[in-house]
C-alpha cells in the first residue's frame, strides 16, 4: 500500500535558520510529487510539485525541493526562514494513474521564531 | 474571483442527523475531491470524481455519500453523522490527473 511520511511532527527554528523537511514515500511505481503549506486559519496552497524532468525543483516563496529516486524521498528546503513561513507543510504523492490514489503525509508544523 | 467555495464554513451537529457539506468551483475543473484533515493524520481522501457524472470511493469513504450532477458542483453528504466524524473537511480540485490540486477553505464539522 502507498503510504508517505514527514520526519518531524513539529518543528521550531530562529529567523534566518535553513530548513529541511523530510519526505519519504512507499510506492513502487512512477507517482508525482507535492508539497502544500497551510498557513494558519488558511486552505492548503500549493508550494511546488515534481512530475518529471530535474529532480531539483524550485517553488514560490523560495523553497526547494529534491526528488531522489533511490532513496525514496522528497525533502523541502529553504536557506533562510521568515516569521511568516509559520505553517503546517504537508508532503503529498499521487500515482501518475490515478485519481484516487493520492496520499498525504501527517504534516510538520513549522514554527518559527522572530 | 475563481476558486472553491465551501459551505458552511463550520457546523454542530447532532450525532444522527443528516448533514450536505457544499462544494462549488468556477474554474471548469474535471477532478474534485472531499478530504478530511485529523491530527496527526494529515489528508485522508473520502470520495473523488474524476469527471461529471463518476465518483469513487478514497481511503475513508464510509459513512458519506457524493454526486457529480454537473461540472461545478460536488456535495458532500453525512447521512446519520456520528461523532467519529468531527473533522475538517476540505474540497479540492484538479484540472485532471497529473495535475495539482486546488482547495476550498475547509468546513469545520463538529459532531455531537
Known amino acids: 500500500a502507498q503510504s508517505v511520511s514527514q520526519h518531524n511532527h513539529h518543528v521550531i527554528l530562529s529567523e534566518a535558520a535553513s530548513l529541511e523537511l523530510g519526505c519519504n514515500y512507499s510506492?513502487?511505481?512512477?507517482?508525482?510529487l507535492f508539497w502544500y503549506v497551510q498557513y494558519p486559519g488558511q486552505h492548503l496552497q500549493l508550494l511546488l510539485k515534481?512530475?518529471?524532468?530535474?529532480?531539483l525543483v524550485k517553488g514560490i516563496k523560495g523553497f526547494e525541493a529534491e526528488f531522489i529516486k533511490s532513496k525514496f524521498s522528497f525533502n523541502l528546503r529553504k536557506p533562510s526562514v521568515q516569521w511568516s513561513d509559520t505553517a503546517e507543510y504537508f508532503c503529498?504523492?499521487?500515482?501518475?494513474?490515478?485519481?484516487?490514489?493520492?496520499?498525504f503525509g501527517p504534516g510538520t508544523s513549522l514554527s518559527v521564531i522572530p | 474571483i475563481a476558486g472553491i467555495t465551501q459551505a458552511p464554513t463550520s457546523q454542530i451537529l447532532a450525532a444522527g442527523r443528516r448533514m450536505t457539506l457544499r462544494c462549488t468551483q468556477d474554474m471548469r475543473h474535471n477532478a474534485m475531491y472531499w478530504y478530511r484533515q485529523d491530527l496527526g493524520l494529515g489528508l485522508r481522501l473520502i470520495h473523488y470524481s474524476n469527471t461529471a457524472g463518476t465518483t469513487g470511493k478514497g481511503e475513508v469513504p464510509d459513512g458519506y455519500s457524493v454526486s457529480r450532477a454537473n461540472t461545478d458542483d460536488f456535495p458532500l453528504t453525512l447521512a446519520s453523522a456520528v461523532p467519529s466524524q468531527t473533522s475538517v473537511y476540505f474540497c479540492a480540485s484538479s484540472p485532471g490527473l497529473n495535475t495539482e490540486a486546488f482547495f476550498g477553505q475547509g468546513t469545520r464539522l463538529t459532531v455531537v
Open positions: 503529498a504523492v499521487s500515482v501518475k494513474t490515478s485519481y484516487d490514489k493520492v496520499i
Open positions: 510506492y513502487g511505481g512512477t507517482v508525482n
Open positions: 515534481y512530475f518529471s524532468g530535474d529532480p
